[in-house]
Structures are given as structure tokens and as C-alpha cells.
């Protein structure tokens, strides 16, 4: 074989001078006249070729005559091939090459050249080697003797024993697991005079540093060597396919390390070495490749249908080779590159049959759903493989979602009872919400055709009405849950799913709705389900729950309760800790929902920017954004965001978003009306705003969901109704809000549009109450409209001094929430010139100069009290006013009450101790 394929041509003779030592004392007693064989063994790949032409070098310098045969498999079966081979050689005296030729043309005369050649013919032989060896010393090389016919063989061996006081050597190169299998042979070879075996060792880590000085440089190869050498094994083939595969890592650049880097060269090295290795060890080689670290002597016999000893053969050939070590690769790339290359039936049919004996031989079940899943569509339906991929799932799913799902997806499409696969499916769309939540509803649609047409199984149940809870689609939950009540203890995790029905829909500040018997009787640690307000439910829940997946709906939705319950203070906080739990569990969908709330409270507090931020993020984390559920939440606070901004084109783009019929059966689509409706109105199309809010409403009432808190959509529809000049509808709506429960924020923003429908006399009293109630509910932009509209009402009533000062808190408040539409109404034009002016420190913040006593005083002052009346109001002489006032306006560098009145921006305190 060409050197080039038997580790040949890189340092050659490194690792190699002890035998061609010892080839050159055989041929040396041979000159004194003894003939000798030689047979020379090492696996494949270990440079035999290349020690036979350094040899070949050695004699040319010695005047011997070197004849060649190389044995191939095309020519194993053909008697004598091997003896042609030497006609052709240059070397082949006349005297030798005639009866050489007699001999074979007779054979080819006779007809039959499977023949053995008679005595005379072989005699004829043996005498013309003699005649030729006694003239000049005669070496003849036979590589790959294990693919050289056995008529050639035997003719050499009779040669050397014809000629034993000739300076005649036979030496043959033998791969040391691919011999020849002929007794008769073997036995002829130990009858041969001076016979000698030789092996050719792998290279030690010593000899790879030399091997590589020429690549790496002394210092180099010295550090890597023994890198180089485990890769390898001591493989000179594949030490020098190493050598090239660095080589095409460095061209044109410096190489980052000197590292053995696994290339094209190393994976081709490898397919000549498996196929010189025999078929046995191409099979082994890909029962390792599949059964990767699961392998074993055991098992490969199982799969390939062989005895243990031949397999402990084959592995000791793969080893000896350097491709192995036991019953592992050397470098993984090899086991994937080589996988990856087989047909695929050949590949799927190899894992579902290792998938077969690992789950009779106690595989983990991890182990074996790798192998079904690696078998694709081939895998079995049997009963086994759907358990053992479910098993796999839960136990990889804290680590590896992704990995679950997959399995849970095989799993699903192998089930063939319906029962059975549904309770699959929902366990898929649950992990599915830890990664996509969009994913999810799709998954859904088998679960509700089979609870429609009644045939559900109670245990799903829980399940399903959990993940409608997740999908906003609380009518369906409550049917699902409904659909079995009294099926008692075979109906798993409903009190649950009550509870976060309860916490989700409940006004936060009465008690919880009332749940079955059988879910009432449940309750948290600490605190009973019913009789006590959903707010405090929602704050202990997020006390007591670590999060979990069965906990994660929980706490979502006990947060959500906190952002509509005026429990803003401490929710980022809440927040962090939940999205810092969801990080550490590799959940991207929980990220995903808890910047959707996030969102939310943002758009409540009035932080727009952060609003659309938050919205942004959620709609990042899903893959399927267009028309899906959850994208319609997070286009909901970006509409009613960019609404509130004046942004009306950004959200114009977000309203043209697709959005699905389905997103129309949850409250995240009612939120999406409410925000299109909003829309609608900045844009003058107040008819349509009240389309979507009447639609929401509706749907609201009809699914039990109608709560202001959820959705207040009555002060909306009170609003656009008064926009198209029906004051009786909108005050009918007033008044049901107002008679009904809710949180200081609904309450307030009640109180302001009542105001709007009252006597102007009656409205700065009423106004009045707003703030109040908005102040503490946190919801600066709602409560910046009701400053705005408290402004307006004292103005319109000839309160000039105080209608100023309210309306510039009221401006400066919807500033800061980046509410430039409200901020035009209030004052148009102002916004331009704020932006245009320069910075200045201190006008932003002119009370930080005064004490308490002087912003009281001065506070009382810029609403147009008189000295006498701030005296009453403080319990403080006229004079303390007086000496107060001096200071104020000596500290805020003015004259007197009308610059007072123009720099002096009240707090939230003073404008509620005013009204």
C-alpha cells in the first residue's frame, strides 16, 4: 500500500530505530549465508510500509536485489497473483523471471490456475531464486501478507527452505487482527529455519514530541505531546492526519493553540483505518458510535448479534489501532462525525435497537429516550417506550427543558391510546409554558374537542384548567373545573386551581369567591382559601411559595393581584425575586410572563417608558408573536403606552399587529380592546373606542369576569360616551362604578369622571377626593388627569391663583410619567419650550430650600390664602406668617405672593391639605 496511507512521510523513522536495527542484523546473517523470514506485525496504520521502504533504502546502498509483493483484497482469491506482481519488478533477473513465467503460462495453458503448480514447476523456482541468490544477496518484501494468496506463500516458504544456506531473506508484514484464517499455512511458516516475528509498537508521548518538533517547535511539541498522543493513540497514520488538520487550521493565520485540532484529515485517516480493519470492526465501531458511553463488551454483543470473544477481539483491534481506549473514543468528534454519516434507516434502526436493550438491562430512563429520540419517526409504539420518554421528561426537566419537551413531543406521537396521549399533551403545553408560552395553545385544542364531546379523563381536569388559567381564559377554566365537580379525589389540584381562579378574579379588597366544597375546605399555610381579602391572600401566597412549576401560576397570578391591588410599593421587589428564581430554573417563558406583568404594573404606576420596555422584552421571548395570546397582552400595554405618549404612530403599527380569533377568549384580548379602544379615542373615533369597550365589557360580564380592577372597562365606555355627547349612558355607568368595590385606583378614577358629569360648583370637592384616592393608590398618570381636570374645574370658577398651581403639578407630573399628550392638553405648547430651555438645577425642586415650617406656610400662600386665614389654619400668630413669607421669598429670590404663586410647585400633601 502507498506510504502515504500507513502513518508514512511525517519523521518516518522516528519511534522505529530498534527495527530497522534488527532488519539489518537479520540481513547481515544472512549474508553469511543463512536464510532467514522474517514476519513483521502491527496494526494498521502503524507505518510497516514506510519501515519496509526505509529498509528497502538500507539494502539498494548494499548492492541487494529487492523484490516486492503487496497483497490487496481484489487480488486475495487469485492463486499466484502475488508471484506475477514480481515480472513487473526491474529488479527480477532474466534467469529467474523465465521459469517464474513457464511456471504460470503452463497454468494459464492448462485451464486451470487454481491448480496447484506441480513439483517440476515449482522446483524450477526455488532453483532460479537459488542460482539468483547465490550471485547477489536476494531480500523479498511482502506487505499485507494477510491479502496475499496462499499459492504464493507456500511457493516463498519452499524457496527460503530450498535455499536455507543462501543469503536469501523473506520478510512479510502482517496486520495484527486482520490474519489469515489457514491452519495448513501457519504450520508451514513454523517449520520455516531462522524464523522471526517482529512488532511494531504505537509511538510513546516521547516519540510524538520528536515527531512534532518539525510542526510545533521544540518547546511546543515537548508541552503537547501527550495531548497529541491520547488523540492518537500512538497512531503514526493518525498523528499525521493531526499534523495536517493543524497545518489548514493556520493557513493565513496563527494558530491559537497548539492543541491536536480534529479535522477533515483525522476523520478520513480514521474511515481507511475501519475499513483495513474489517467488517467486524466497522460494526463495532458503530454500535460504539450509538451506544456512546452506555457501551460495553455485553452489549455489542447483543446488538450485533456476536459472540463475546469475538468482540473482545474486535475492541482489542480498535484499541491497538488507537481509535479507542476500552470502550470509548478518543475524541467524541469522531464518534458524532462517523454517526452522523451513516443512512439514516441504518442509524435510527441502531438506536431503537439499543434503546431495546439498555431498557431490558436497566438503562436510566434519560438514557433510553436519547436513543428513541434519536430513532425519530422508527420508534416504537409499545407501551414501554411511551412510559420511559415521560419518566425521562420529568427527570430532565430541571435541567434540561428543552430536552423534555422533545421527549414529550416523541412520546405524544407514538401514543396510540387517546387517553393516555392527552394527558401527555397537557404535560407538554405545561413545560412548554417554562420555555414559549405561545407554544402553548395549539396543544390545547385535542384536550377541549375531547372535553366538549365529554370523553376527557377526570385526571386531566387540573391540568386543563391550569393552563387556561395561564392562557388568560378564565370561562374555560371554570367550565373545565365545573364539568366535574363532585368527582372529588380523582379530579387532582382543583382546589388548587380554584385558589388561583379566586386570587385572579376577586376585588382586592373583599373576600374570595366561593369555590366547591371541596376546593373551599383547602387553604395556604397560615391563612383559610375564603373570608379574607385577595390582596392579603396574593401577599401571603408570595410569602410561603418557593417557585416551582406547580407554583409558578400560582405566584404570577397572586403578583398580577398585587399590580390591580394597589400594592405597588413592594412588588418590583416581589418581581426581582421572582424573575431571579425563574433565571436560576432555565425558564425563558416564565421570564417572558413575568415581564408581561411587570409591564403592567409600569402602565398602572404611570412609568410609560418602562412600560414599553417591559412589553418589548415579553414579546423577545416568544417565537410565535403574531396573533397569539400573550403577545396580545404585551401589544395591550404597548398601545395604551404609546397612546399615553402621543406616540399615536407607534401604536398604530402595534394595532395593525395580525391578532387570532382565539385571543378573543381570554382577558388578554380584552385588554387588547380596551388599548385599541384607547386608541381610537386619541385618534377622534370615539364611536369605535366605545365599540371595543361595550365588546369587552360584555364579554367580561358574560365569562364572570367583570371586575374593574381586571378591567375598568366602564369608566372607558363612560368616557367615549361623553366624548360623543350622551351624558345619560355615561352617567348610568358612573354611578354602578361607584356603588360597586374596587381599590383606591378605580375609586379614583370613578371619582374623576363623576366630577366630569356634576354641577362645575360641585367638582373641585369631588376632584378633590380623587387625588386623595389616587395619591395612594400609586397611579401617578391617573392621578395627573385628575389634577389636570382639578385645575380646570377651579379655574373655571375664578380660582386663577390655585388652578395655576395645581395645573402645574399636574404638567409636571404627566412629564415625568412621559405622558407628552396629556402634558399638551394641560398646556399646549409648553412641552416644545420645556425641551428648548436650558438645564437648571434648582428649578426643578425649589421647596428642597425651604424648611417645613416655610413650604407650609408658603403652600398656603400660592393658593391664595390670606396671612389672617394661613395664621387659622396653622394655629401660628399672623406675625410667624409673616417672617415666614420674608424668608421664602428672600430663599426663592422672588418679590412676593404672585411669583410665589408662578415658582412654588406644591406636593401631594399640601395640595390635599388645600382642598
Known amino acids: 500500500m502507498a506510504e502515504m496511507n500507513d502513518g508514512g512521510a511525517l519523521g518516518a523513522s522516528v519511534g522505529r530505530g530498534e527495527q530497522l536495527r534488527e532488519l539489518r542484523e537479520k540481513f547481515s546473517r544472512c549474508l553469511s549465508g543463512a536464510a532467514s523470514t522474517v514476519v513483521l506485525q502491527c496494526p494498521a496504520g502503524f507505518g510497516r510500509t514506510t519501515l519496509l521502504s526505509e529498509f528497502a533504502r538500507y539494502l539498494k546502498h548494499c548492492r541487494a536485489t529487492v523484490l516486492r509483493i503487496t497483497g490487496t483484497r481484489d487480488e486475495q482469491g487469485i492463486s499466484l497473483a502475488g508471484l506475477r506482481q514480481l515480472l513487473d519488478e526491474p529488479a527480477l533477473p532474466a534467469r529467474v523471471a523465465e521459469p517464474l513465467r513457464t511456471v504460470l503460462a503452463g497454468r494459464r495453458a492448462a485451464g486451470t490456475p487454481d491448480a496447484p503448480v506441480g513439483p517440476a514447476g515449482a522446483r524450477a523456482f526455488c532453483l532460479a531464486l537459488h542460482d539468483l541468490a547465490g550471485r547477489t544477496p536476494v531480500v523479498i518484501m511482502v506487505d499485507d501478507m494477510q491479502y496475499v494468496d496462499g499459492a504464493t506463500l507456500r511457493h516463498l516458504l519452499a524457496a527460503v527452505s530450498f535455499a536455507r544456506a543462501s543469503p536469501l531473506l523473506l520478510v512479510l508484514t502482517e496486520s495484527e487482527h486482520a490474519r489469515r484464517d489457514d491452519p495448513a499455512l501457519r504450520t508451514l511458516f513454523l517449520q520455516q529455519p531462522n524464523l522471526v516475528r517482529m512488532y511494531l509498537p504505537p509511538l510513546n508521548p516521547q516519540d510524538v514530541a520528536e515527531l512534532l518538533n518539525g510542526t510545533l517547535g521544540p518547546t511546543e511539541s515537548q508541552r503537547c505531546a501527550s495531548a497529541w498522543w491520547a ?261 387532582p389540584d382543583t382546589a388548587d386551581v380554584y385558589r388561583v381562579l379566586n386570587t385572579s378574579l376577586s376585588p382586592p379588597s373583599l373576600t374570595s369567591v366561593a369555590a366547591p366544597p371541596a376546593a373551599s375546605a383547602v387553604s395556604l399555610p397560615g391563612r383559610r382559601l375564603r373570608n379574607e381579602p385577595a390582596v392579603l391572600v396574593a401577599e401571603g401566597s408570595l410569602q410561603l411559595l418557593a417557585l416551582t412549576e406547580a407554583t409558578f401560576e400560582p405566584a404570577a397570578t397572586a403578583l398580577s393581584a398585587l399590580v390591580r391591588g394597589d400594592r405597588s410599593a413592594g412588588i418590583e421587589a416581589w418581581w426581582g425575586s421572582l424573575t431571579g428564581e425563574a433565571r436560576g430554573w432555565q425558564t425563558p417563558g416564565w421570564r417572558t410572563i413575568l415581564s408581561m406583568i411587570r409591564g403592567e404594573m409600569f402602565l398602572w404606576q404611570g412609568n410609560l417608558h418602562e412600560a414599553v420596555d417591559c412589553a418589548a422584552a415579553s414579546l423577545d421571548g416568544v417565537t410565535e408573536e403574531v396573533g397569539s395570546v400573550f403577545a396580545a397582552g404585551a401589544l395591550a400595554t404597548q398601545i395604551l403606552a404609546y397612546t399615553a405618549m402621543g406616540r399615536l404612530s407607534a401604536a398604530a403599527r402595534q394595532i395593525s399587529r395580525p391578532v387570532r380569533d382565539s385571543v378573543f377568549r381570554s382577558v388578554y384580548g380584552l385588554k387588547y380592546l380596551r388599548a385599541r379602544g384607547h386608541y381610537y379615542l386619541a385618534t377622534g373615533r370615539a364611536h369605535a373606542a366605545l365599540g371595543d369597550f361595550l365588546t369587552a365589557g360584555r364579554l367580561a360580564e358574560q365569562w364572570k369576569v367583570d371586575q374593574p380592577v381586571l378591567l375598568p372597562w366602564s369608566m372607558d365606555a363612560a368616557e367615549a360616551w361623553l366624548r360623543i355627547g350622551e351624558r345619560e349612558p355615561a352617567e348610568r355607568l358612573i354611578r354602578s362604578q361607584l356603588t360597586r368595590a374596587g381599590g383606591s385606583r378605580v375609586r379614583g378614577a370613578a371619582l374623576r369622571m363623576h366630577a366630569a358629569v356634576s354641577e362645575p360648583a360641585l367638582r373641585p370637592r369631588t376632584l378633590a377626593q380623587a387625588v386623595a384616592e389616587l395619591e395612594s393608590s400609586g397611579d401617578r398618570l391617573e392621578l395627573a388627569r385628575a389634577l389636570a381636570d382639578l385645575g380646570r374645574a377651579h379655574r373655571a370658577l375664578g380660582e386663577f391663583s390655585r388652578a395655576g398651581v395645581i395645573t402645574d403639578r399636574a404638567w409636571q407630573m404627566a412629564k415625568e410619567c412621559g405622558a407628552d399628550a396629556l402634558c399638551e392638553a394641560i398646556r399646549p405648547g409648553c412641552l416644545k419650550a420645556y425641551e428648548q430651555s436650558p438645564p437648571d438645577d434648582d428649578r426643578s425642586s425649589p421647596i428642597s430650600k425651604l424648611s417645613d415650617s416655610e413650604t407650609r406656610v408658603a403652600a398656603l400662600a400660592a393658593q391664595g390664602s390670606t396671612n389672617r386665614e394661613i395664621a387659622a389654619e396653622l394655629y401660628i400668630t399672623v406675625s410667624t406668617v409673616e417672617q415666614h413669607l420674608t424668608r421664602v421669598y428672600r430663599k426663592l429670590n422672588i418679590r412676593g405672593r404672585r411669583q410665589l404663586t408662578m415658582n412654588f410647585a406644591l406636593s401631594a400633601e399640601h395640595i390635599t391639605v388645600a382642598s
Do not use: Y
Open 231 to 491: 488523540v492518537s493513540g500512538g497512531n503514526p497514520l493518525l498523528l499525521r492526519s493531526l499534523t495536517e488538520d493543524h497545518r489548514a487550521a493556520a493557513v493565513g493565520r496563527t494558530p491559537a493553540s497548539c492543541e491536536p485540532r480534529v479535522g477533515e484529515a483525522f476523520v478520513a485517516a480514521v474511515r481507511s483505518l475501519l475499513k483495513r480493519s474489517g467488517p467486524l470492526a466497522e460494526d463495532l465501531f458503530k454500535g460504539l458510535s450509538v451506544l456512546g458511553r452506555a457501551a460495553s463488551p455485553e452489549l455489542l454483543s447483543l446488538m450485533l448479534d456476536v459472540s463475546r470473544g469475538a468482540v473482545n477481539g474486535g475492541l482489542q483491534a480498535l484499541g491497538a489501532i488507537g481509535l479507542v481506549d476500552g470502550c470509548r473514543f478518543r475524541h467524541p468528534l469522531v464518534q458524532s462525525t462517523l454517526l452522523d454519516e451513516l443512512a439514516p434507516q441504518v442509524r435510527a434502526a441502531l438506536h431503537h435497537r439499543a434503546a431495546e436493550l439498555l431498557h431490558r438491562t436497566g438503562g436510566s430512563s434519560p438514557e433510553v429516550a436519547g436513543h428513541l429520540l434519536a430513532a425519530g419517526a422508527s420508534v416504537s409504539s409499545a407501551q414501554w417506550a411511551v412510559d420511559v420518554l415521560r419518566c425521562a421528561a420529568e427527570q430532565v426537566l430541571a435541567g434540561d427543558a428543552p430536552l423534555a419537551v422533545r421527549f414529550l413531543q416523541l412520546a405524544c406521537g407514538a401514543c396510540t391510546d387517546p387517553a393516555h396521549r392527552v394527558e401527555i399533551r397537557l404535560r407538554l403545553a405545561a413545560v412548554l409554558l417554562r420555555l414559549d408560552p405561545c407554544a402553548v395553545e395549539g396543544h390545547l385544542v385535542e384536550p377541549l374537542a375531547l372535553l366538549r364531546a365529554g370523553t376527557l379523563p377526570e385526571s386531566c381536569a387540573g391540568p386543563l384548567a391550569r393552563l387556561l388559567l395561564a392562557l388568560g381564559r378564565f370561562d374555560d377554566a371554570r367550565g373545565t373545573l365545573h364539568r366535574f365537580d363532585g368527582a372529588g379525589e380523582n379530579v
